[in-house]
């Protein structure tokens, strides 16, 4: 593991700096996905608004009141919440609050409060995103209501008396919330215990009217130490937006991604493999003749797998294919293995994708190609024929089994704290894949 550690360190070193901060994955919030995330932050908006505005504690919300408590504010409901888009800049708030508020001890009004706050986005000195408050704009209205209808009027004097410091940091407080989940989208995920995936955001969102674009880039850690990937030899930038799109949300990952995602867990040791084969020595020696003086007793034959080469993911429309480079080394003895003979194994499986919450789920079709070819022996010239005949049927069997024992826990996909991704479709293209889904916010279990 030390040495691992080194070898990383020592390769990074070799990587050149701009290759390092290049995209290979990203998402599009669509206008769908900003309102469903209004929708879902109203009871919050409310809570956090009702704390501070009726807290006896609190500054009082009027200027002209001679007393604190002349204006007691004792209701707040949130009629209204919406987020829209600003092309090029970031986001507009717009919340309705109706307060009762209790100017003497015997009468309430009701007063409809509007808040009007631009949002953008930026990123932070530490790299996560983080929503800030750029102008912020408050009016109040008093309700006047009879039996028949309600109608309200302008109240310049409560538009003047209004503490617009006070609410204008309502609203940052508003932000916490959301910061905290951006800050979630940067953490560590492992994929094996030595294994981790994180995802840094390259620069603040782009905004625009079909939606907010993000470009991530993909970054391992093997052991704990970051380990530099393979340059991508096409540089990834995120699909166009569809404005007719009726997801909230959809991800986008480069072929690049998943070769990333293979080439870190080879580099991890994951995918070396033991495969046991119904083979002896004895029966061995019956095809070739030269094993039975190599071993005077019958023992069983066993195959290690390790990869000369790294992984390769392959995307075309409507498919992924994924490439291994093998070489399988065949001996025998317990507990000390002594080869003595290396086939190489080239082969191609079809890729499955889905999603299940927040991880993409990989898995290995069977093998749809297989080339096997002698690397080195100790017991002289075996045909082809002859390879296949022996080792084709585990080595079929076992590689594609094998990994997807590594793959089955899945993989985080880049998302915030609090959601889950429904409502998933996922489209294979040339070169990237997108995948298409709705947010949905889970309930907080109390324990």
Not at 411 to 433: E, G, M, Q, R, W
Request: one cysteine or more; charged letters at 15%; a negative charge.
């Amino acid at each position: 593991m030390a040495k691992l550690r080194t070898l990383s360190l020592l390769l990074s070193l070799l990587v050149p700096a701009h290759a390092t901060r290049s995209p290979d994955c990203g998402g599009i919030l669509t206008p769908s996905g900003l309102s469903y995330l209004a929708e879902v932050s109203k009871p919050h908006t409310e809570a956090v608004l009702r704390q501070d505005l009726t807290a006896p504690a609190a500054p009082d919300l009027f200027l002209s009141s001679p007393e604190p408590s002349r204006n007691q504010i004792n209701s707040v409901k949130v009629t209204e919440l919406s987020l829209s888009l600003v092309p090029d800049s970031g986001l507009r708030l717009s919340i309705d609050v109706d307060l009762g508020i209790t100017p003497a001890p015997s009468t309430t009004k009701a007063m409809r409060l509007s808040i009007l706050a631009d949002l953008h986005v930026e990123m932070n000195p530490e790299g996560n995103l983080e929503l800030v408050t750029s102008t912020c704009k408050t009016t109040v209205e008093e309700m006047q209501s009879t039996e028949e209808v309600e109608s309200k009027s302008s109240s310049s004097d409560a538009d003047k008396e209004i503490n617009i410091g006070k609410i204008c940091l309502e609203v940052s407080k508003l932000l916490l919330s959301p910061n905290e989940q951006l800050i979630s989208l940067t953490a560590q995920f492992p994929i094996t215990p030595s294994c981790q995936v994180q995802y840094l955001p390259l620069a603040a969102p782009v905004v625009s009217e079909q939606g907010i674009t993000i470009s991530l880039q993909t970054t391992f850690q093997v052991a704990g130490v970051a380990i530099p990937l393979p340059v991508s030899p096409v540089p990834f930038s995120m699909p166009e937006p569809v404005s007719s799109s009726p997801s909230h949300l959809t991800l986008a990952f480069s072929e690049h991604f998943y070769t990333s995602l293979f080439f870190a867990l080879e580099l991890a040791g994951a995918f070396n493999m033991t495969i046991l084969s119904p083979l002896t020595t004895a029966t061995m020696a019956q095809k070739i003749t030269q094993m039975g003086s190599l071993f005077q007793e019958d023992l069983p034959v066993v195959l290690q797998a390790v990869f000369r080469s790294s992984p390769q993911v392959v995307l075309e429309e409507g498919k992924a294919a994924l490439k291994l480079f093998l070489t399988i080394h065949v001996g025998a003895g317990s507990p000390a293995f002594q080869s003595f003979l290396s086939v190489n194994a080239d082969m191609s499986a079809g890729l499955l994708l889905r999603v299940a919450d927040t991880r993409m789920m990989i898995s290995a079709a069977a093998i749809e190609d297989i080339e096997l070819s002698l690397a080195a022996s100790d017991v002289g010239p075996v045909p082809a024929a002859l390879l296949e005949e022996l080792f084709l049927p585990p080595i079929r069997e076992e590689v594609p089994a094998q990994m997807n024992v590594v793959l089955s826990g899945g993989v985080f996909l880049p998302h915030v704290a609090s959601f889950t991704y429904t409502d998933v479709n996922i489209v294979i293209h040339k070169d990237y894949v997108l995948v298409p889904c709705n947010l949905e916010l889970q309930e907080r279990v109390v324990g």
